[in-house]
């Protein structure tokens, strides 16, 4: 079965940065992208970016432009998102999510467990 | 495009049945012929899980209590009959990885409760 196991949960302060790893079992990993989603605390539900694990392709959210960087290492099926220059705003869970693999119609369906990213002072 | 759910809150007797609307400022025909309007569920606590795909194709393992429909810019999701393990929000969804930027859309999410 389709599995994503992220990384644990991580605190930072304002203007660092974090990496978030997602560990993908249960398909073939390169056949497939990955995007990521953050949910701050009490809302709802907002897209970062997305990468395909086939092509090496990104496409980010205008907002994280310059601050996200998405990876992925098909040797050991993981994908990871960077995000730099950290702000209070920036806590929230983040979710991997698993996608299709070219640019076109998105196709989310498996999700990880999601990595709660606390950013304080 | 905007993704517009209603209503926001929704409390249901247990065994009745629900109803969630989506509309979106457009049209979400893809050029391949298919729509691609996602629904999830995200139970307290827990990560979001896919219902349905491509407006009314339900995900392995969900109820068959749960159905989607709808075309072009209105779209629906059911429940026949509510059940406890039926709390949570409820989220539609369209995405698209073309052009760069637009990704994905939610609706602000309907949270259903047990009255």
């Known amino acids: 079965q389709v599995q994503l196991v992220q990384s644990g949960a991580e605190v930072k302060k304002p203007g660092a940065s974090v990496k978030v790893s997602c560990k993908a079992s249960?398909?073939?990993?390169?056949?497939?992208?990955m995007s990521w989603v953050r949910q701050a605390p009490g809302q709802g539900l907002e897209w970062v970016g997305w990468i395909s694990a086939y092509s090496g392709n990104t496409d980010y959210a205008q907002k994280f432009q310059g601050r996200v960087t998405m990876t992925t290492d098909t040797s050991t099926s993981t994908g990871y998102m960077e995000l730099r220059s950290l702000r209070s705003d920036d806590t929230a869970v983040y979710f991997c999510?698993?996608?299709?693999?070219?640019?076109?119609?998105?196709?989310?369906?498996?999700w990880g467990q999601g990595t709660l990213v606390t950013v304080s002072s | 495009v905007v993704m517009t759910q209603s209503p926001l809150s929704l409390p249901v007797t247990l065994g009745q049945p629900a109803s969630i609307s989506c509309r979106s400022s457009q049209s979400l025909v893809y050029s391949d012929g298919n729509t691609y309007l996602t629904w999830f569920q995200q139970r307290p606590g827990q990560s979001p899980r896919r219902l349905i795909y491509k407006i009314s194709n339900r995900d392995s393992g969900v109820p068959d209590r749960f159905s989607g429909s709808g075309s072009g810019t209105d779209f629906i999701l059911k429940i026949s009959r509510v059940e406890a393990e039926d709390v949570g929000v409820y989220y539609c969804?369209?995405?698209?990885?073309?052009?760069?930027?637009?990704?994905?859309?939610f609706g602000q999410g309907t949270k259903l409760e047990i009255k």
């Open positions: 999510v698993r996608d299709t693999a070219a640019s076109g119609a998105a196709d989310p369906s498996h």
């Open positions: 969804m369209h995405g698209t990885h073309w052009p760069p930027g637009s990704g994905y859309t």
């Open positions: 249960g398909y073939t990993f390169s056949n497939y992208g």
